[in-house]
Every structure is written in C-alpha cells, then in structure tokens.
C-alpha cells in the first residue's frame, strides 16, 4: 500500500508532465474503480487544463481550468505510466483511465486491484469535502508543529501511536512512517497521546521530538524513493521483530505487538 512519502514521490514524477497540459483526449475503461467514476467523468476533463498538480494526504489533486479538481487515490495497487510521444502502449486490462494531453503525452492509470478512485469536485469546495475537509496539517507543512499537535492530543487517553494513524491529528500517515518516527522519537508507542502534552495543551518535550521526526522519516523517504538503487534495510523497527535495535548503543531487540488490529514495531528499552 502507498504511504505519504511513495504518493509524494508520484506526484513528483507526473507534476511536469500535467502541468500547465490539457486533456485532448479522455478514455475510462470502465465505469467505476473502488467507487464509480463521477457522472459525465470524460466530457468533464476533456479539453480542461491542469494549472496544477497538488497533495493532500494521500489524495493527489489536479486542479482544472474548469473550477474543478480531479482527486486521484492509488489505493492498494494503484499506478500512472507516462509515455511520450502520444501513441498509447498496447492496452492492459487494468488500465482504467487513460488521458491524452496536447503534449502529446499519455497518462494512464493502471490498478489490478481496484482500491484506487477518481473523484470531481468544485475546487472552491474542496474544504467542505467529506474526507479531505476532515483531514489534519500536513505532516511536511511548516503549519504542523509541537504546539499543534500537543493540542490536538491534549486530553486524549488513546495510546499516541493510535493518535498518530488518526487522520484529523495528521494527515496521510500509514503504519510504517508512524512506527519509525516513534523510535526515531524514543518514544513508547504505547503512552497515553496526551502524555505529548500539558494540561493545558502546551508542548512537552515529546512532542518537540516527534514533530521532527515525523518530518525526518518522510523527508528520508521521498528521497530514498528518487533512488530505486537504495532499497533493503531501510527501517529501524518496521517488520524487524526480533532483529537488533538500530539505536547506537541499544543492545535491546524489537518488539512486535497488535495495537488497534496494526503491527506496533518498537524497542522496549529506548522507547520511554
Ligand atoms: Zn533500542
């Protein structure tokens, strides 16, 4: 499943190939992906141009010159394939959605599975969306700090790992990144979130170590995904239970443990 940083790492790719193109050509495979495509999905798009390609979360967003944004999500098996020169490769059968822009370029989205969706929605509506209104700060933005997410965790007796995967709290992040930014934190994923904070909803130091490395793991990862070279042994704790702590100096080895029905990864000993 594609978390934040490997989103991220797709919108980089296919940002210089949309913006700023128009959709000359428009072909959906089928009528739903997860969820049907919106009514009149082609005629929409065609001909519309792209003055940019965001993210939000998970969510990528093309904004339209029709007042539209197209919001694209990978799902589980979800991929775009770029080609150039304007003559589509031969049709798999899970390209879903192909578009053609007057670059002469072919974008198209191919997903086995089908976890992925398409959504049109007026771009002056997007806060009033159901799912990307209801999302927290953006975990890379300078809008997410210690003080916001003490706030946000003040009070709250879940544990601040299950904090953490609750996307009001934090936008776009998975089971990985929030176990590795833990550890990277020192922190036990198993305190009470409102630990982060005091009573009255200020910083404690815990949360001006998890804010930052929340940050770090996403940062490493967006970079590690430019260079396919850099693979294996990329986490401290994700899926290495029983494995040696990464910590230098730790001795200890890590845990496994269900929380909230997801795999925890942590060290019992520099996790506090
Ligand atoms: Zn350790």
Redesign the pocket.
């Known amino acids: 499943m594609p978390e934040l940083p490997e989103v991220e790492t797709v919108r980089r790719g296919l940002a210089p190939v949309m913006e700023g193109a128009r959709f000359v050509e428009v072909v959906a495979n089928r009528g739903d992906l997860r969820w049907p495509l919106p009514k009149d999905f082609v005629q929409r798009l065609k001909g519309q141009t792209v003055s940019g390609l965001g993210r939000r979360a998970k969510y990528l967003l093309a904004d339209l010159s029709s007042g539209e944004t197209l919001l694209m999500h990978l799902g589980m098996s979800g991929a775009f394939r770029v080609e150039q020169g304007g003559v589509p490769q031969p049709l798999d059968r899970h390209d879903h959605v192909i578009l053609r822009l007057a670059s002469g370029a072919v974008v198209t989205f191919n997903d086995p599975r089908r976890f992925g969706s398409m959504d049109l929605v007026r771009t002056d509506a997007l806060a009033g969306h159901p799912v990307i209104g209801a999302l927290g700060p953006e975990p890379l933005s300078a809008s997410f700090t210690p003080a916001v997410l003490a706030r946000d965790c003040r009070g709250r007796k879940t544990a601040i790992k299950v904090a953490l995967l609750d996307q009001r709290i934090v936008a776009g992040l998975g089971n990985i990144y929030v176990v590795e930014a833990l550890h990277r934190a020192g922190l036990s994923p198993f305190r009470r979130a409102a630990a982060i904070a005091t009573a009255t909803g200020a910083p404690r130091p815990a949360a001006m170590r998890l804010v930052p490395a929340i940050k770090q793991v996403l940062t490493e990862a967006i970079a590690r995904a430019g260079n396919a070279a850099y693979r294996g042994g990329r986490f401290r704790v994700y899926d290495r239970e029983g494995q040696p702590?990464r910590?230098p100096r730790?001795t200890?080895t890590i845990r496994r443990r269900t929380q909230a029905g997801r795999s925890t990864f942590y060290?019992p000993?520099?996790q506090r």
């Open positions: 702590c910590r730790c200890s060290c000993v520099c």
